[in-house]
């Protein structure tokens, strides 16, 4: 009998179906690898596990029972433990206050006793922690292992790990394994969030693949292959191909970008000596899972954040880094990952439009108010925004908001656009219009970087397909003979040596 | 059945413009309990309080008198707020344009006042610059919390203000803690005859026009108010956020600064301890009402000076305390800063 088991849960989000009649169920003494691409409704489940979130439909047994579990506290009642991607550590507090914060058995605390226990149960595990240790002073890793000895404080027999190795270092990542290994040996079970195919071959006895809130597949680890894994994870394709063959391989490079590199706050890389060039007339698409390093890579060419390492130039020119005002001097059009850091809500959709080009309608420091309201109900109009030049832009529509961002940035005539997830959050008919505008900028003459976690929209749209993995580029396939299973093989790392099959 | 559903999103625009009227309302409900606990009716004391001030004529100069300093701290703070910088330390800013104003004053030699005036105007705008420099750069650096820094130099400058009172500049002629009064060149002019209403109510409408236009027609002006509102877009949109901070906190300084200039060059024409009775606090509130903008500051000023001068002859009359205006005003600032949350939302009918 399993440990646990969740029958036909069904959890909705207004009209997203997160998690659509999953049934998943834990044996004892397992490492239970739950896969799928970001979105696909892996953390959405195993919050319901944790009590975070209430199932619409569907029920959940413990031990054959079954409970309902309408808190946190329900579920460490029930034996699971959780530990987030973001820690729930108090930094000020030691280690021993923070395992047993919210767990004191009685109001007095006994201190010695406590800092006995912890330190015996990071024994079990064969790990050594400092029980007076500051947390704050720790690494990520190690806070990552206060997180742990917190659910076994609190008696978990169940542990969920959301994506536990996204914020560790491979030495890090070795040493949670190895904690992992001994927990099973003791008849702990573990659930595994990931989107890594090797993780899932390392650690794992048992695989299920979410995709689009469903469950597409449940094997025993060691029956599959990465190859059949990631085909599931990504999906088989079946898009109308039109994808555009008139590639000007010959035209001059517009954006050429070199050896980017740049670590996160805690020193963990997300770049790693990242190159790749964009030619006028031409759409190259960045493909890969969600973390490889797009946002870092989106970052650094909208002007947002500054590598550590490299370089970039458009149209000959050096692209300062972390000046994004520079960037619409030299003509690049930037569309962000998260539109609302794009636009201010709180000011008018004419003043939106104006602002990145605010010195045009500024004389003398004033502005030029009958200007910009002339060109703004020229976009408007020329962009189809539903909207009037004086409406607050928070008013609008996300299809509407992103189309404001574009009629700012490509009413410019840019020499590059990049394009960050364009489309995320839209509907068909806004998705359609963004589409059709990226390939006017195309046509135009335009350098054309499009970064998108859709895997659909690239190969519609780009002439050049780069892989990202890891913080490089792992491949490189001309649109019209990309294939999508080596895509999603190098997409999730299936196989790290590049492949190049570019004509 | 009707049922309803509170929504996240803005509230319809006919909403927003009753807010505040709705804010006044539930105020004087609640203060209507102490005034019968005081042992008057609430509606003579509301009588007393709003429309009685305004029927006599030294009442209504009063009310611009009083209206003066809070409008310049409300047009100061207001500034500041705009670009996302809780600047709360208009009152120390208050005392150091105080400060500069007496100093300018007393020492320049001088009979004219179209000289005299406008350098105590400037000393004073610098004076409060300078007090606001510290925390706006420590904001805009290290990312030190500046409704800390600036709340705290508040009391940093009255003990400063209290040592240069009882120590080189007690007066000499009363032996007061006080400065040595300003040179008749250095005492505004009165506006309205037989009253306390002086230049400094000029200043005050002058300034918040030009912060009105700066806000609004200005690129300057409409940077600032992008960097309140969505600093990470304003980032992507090329503006120079910090640069942008550190300007709107440095002329919310300097406003401040005029404040203090206009209370010792209008009114008490010499530097005391007590040239401020919270003005600078209650620019906090006069911005917050006005909803952060000029012409809403304006009338808050003028609210808050009424129900000051109200309380003044509430108590007179009805022997209820004085002290019935500061409760208004503190409780006014709480109901209007909870009504403010009602702009997120808009009640739906489900059917």
């Known amino acids: 009998m399993p440990v646990l088991e969740m029958r036909g849960i069904t959890k909705r989000f207004g009209a997203l179906v997160a998690n659509d009649q999953i049934t998943f169920d834990i044996e004892a003494g397992e490492v239970h690898a739950l896969l799928g691409e970001n979105g696909a409704g892996k953390s959405t489940l195993m919050k319901i596990l944790y009590g975070l979130y209430q199932p619409d439909e569907g029920e959940i047994h413990v031990q054959g029972q079954r409970v309902s579990l309408k808190s946190p506290a329900d579920a460490i009642a029930q034996g699971i433990g959780f530990v987030s991607q973001h820690f729930a550590l108090i930094p000020t507090f030691t280690v021993t206050e923070n395992v047993i914060l919210g767990h004191e058995k009685q109001p007095i605390l006994q201190h010695a006793a406590m800092r006995r226990q912890v330190v015996e149960t990071a024994e079990k595990l064969r790990f050594n922690i400092d029980p007076d240790a500051i947390v704050g002073h720790l690494s990520v890793g190690q806070q990552q292992r206060v997180e742990i000895l917190k659910a076994l404080y609190r008696g978990c027999r169940v542990l969920i790990l959301d994506e536990p190795t996204a914020v560790l270092t491979p030495q890090d990542t070795e040493k949670l394994f190895s904690i992992l290994v001994e927990l099973q040996r003791q008849g702990l079970s573990v659930v595994i969030i990931t989107h890594k195919l090797n993780e899932v071959f390392t650690i794992s006895q048992r695989v299920t693949v979410l995709r689009l809130g469903k469950v597409v597949g449940r094997e025993q680890t060691a029956n599959t292959s990465q190859t059949e894994l990631s085909q599931m994870m990504v999906g088989r394709q079946t898009i109308p191909v039109t994808r555009n063959t008139d590639h000007h391989s010959q035209n001059e490079i517009k954006l050429n970008v070199q050896n980017l590199t740049m670590a996160d706050r805690s020193g963990a890389p997300r770049l790693r000596g990242l190159s790749l060039n964009v030619r006028a007339q031409e759409i190259v698409g960045v493909a890969g899972v969600a973390g490889n390093g797009q946002s870092e890579l989106v970052s650094i060419l909208t002007g947002m954040a500054q590598p550590q390492s490299g370089s970039a130039q458009v149209s000959g020119n050096v692209m300062p880094f972390g000046n994004p005002g520079a960037l619409s001097q030299l003509k690049v059009a930037r569309i962000p990952e998260d539109r609302l850091k794009g636009v201010i809500g709180d000011l008018s959709v004419a003043d939106n439009l104006m602002l990145e080009q605010v010195g045009q309608f500024t004389r003398a420091g004033h502005l030029n108010r009958k200007q910009i309201r002339e060109y703004a109900e020229r976009l408007i109009r020329d962009f189809h925004i539903k909207a009037a030049p004086d409406d607050p832009a928070r008013t609008l529509s996300g299809g509407n908001i992103q189309k404001i961002i574009l009629a700012r940035s490509l009413a410019q005539n840019p020499e590059v656009v990049i394009a960050a997830q364009p489309t995320r959050g839209l509907d068909i008919g806004a998705t359609e219009y963004v589409h059709q505008k990226l390939l006017e900028q195309k046509q135009r003459g335009a350098a054309v970087l499009l970064i998108s976690e859709d895997l659909d929209e690239i190969l519609v749209l780009s002439d050049r397909v780069l892989v990202i993995f890891e913080g490089m580029i792992v491949g490189e396939f001309a649109a019209n003979d990309a294939d999508i299973d080596v895509l999603g093989a190098l997409m999730t790392g299936a196989s790290s040596e590049k492949v190049k099959t570019h004509a | ?351």
């Open chain 2, 1 to 351: 059945m009707l049922k309803l559903r509170i929504e996240r999103g803005s509230a319809p625009v006919w909403f927003r413009a009753i807010i505040p009227v709705i804010a006044v309302l539930i105020t004087f409900i609640l203060v209507s309990a102490l005034v019968i606990v005081a042992g008057a009716s609430p509606l003579s004391a509301f009588f007393e309080l709003l429309i009685n001030p305004l029927t006599k004529t030294t009442a209504r100069a009063d009310i611009l008198m009083m209206a003066t300093p809070i409008l310049l701290t409300g047009i100061a703070v207001t500034v500041a707020f705009a670009a996302g910088y809780y600047n709360i330390g208009a009152e120390g800013q208050l005392y150091a344009g105080g400060i500069a104003a007496a100093w300018v004053g007393t020492q320049l030699q001088t009979e004219s006042s179209v000289l005299m005036i406008p350098l105590m105007l400037i000393a004073g705008f610098i004076a409060g610059m300078l007090w606001a420099l510290l925390p706006a750069i420590l904001k805009v650096r290290l990312q030190v919390d500046e409704v800390v820094t600036t709340l705290l130099l508040n009391s940093v400058m009255l003990f400063l203000v209290s040592a240069l009172l009882n120590g080189p500049w007690r007066d000499p002629v009363s032996g007061w803690p006080q400065s040595p009064t300003i040179l008749a060149a250095a005492q505004f002019p009165v506006l309205i005859p037989r009253s306390r209403v002086h230049l400094g109510a000029i200043v005050a409408v002058i300034v918040a026009l030009v912060i009105w236009w700066v806000m609004s027609r200005t690129r300057f002006g409409i940077e600032v108010r992008a960097v309140g509102k969505n600093r990470d877009a304003a980032r992507f949109l090329g503006i120079p956020v910090g640069n942008r901070i550190l300007m709107a906190a440095l002329i919310s300084g300097g406003i401040a600064g005029l404040a203090g200039v206009s209370e010792v060059g209008g009114i008490h024409y010499y530097m005391t301890s007590t040239l401020s009775s919270n003005f600078g606090y209650i620019g906090v509130i006069v911005a917050t009402l006005g909803a952060l903008t000029v012409p809403g500051a304006i009338l808050s000023a003028l609210f808050l000076a009424l129900v000051n001068r109200g309380a003044i002859s509430a108590s007179r009359e009805l022997d209820v305390p004085v002290y019935l205006g500061d409760v208004i005003q503190a409780a006014l600032l709480l109901v209007g800063l909870a009504t403010l949350l009602l702009n997120r939302y808009r009640i739906r009918r489900i059917r």
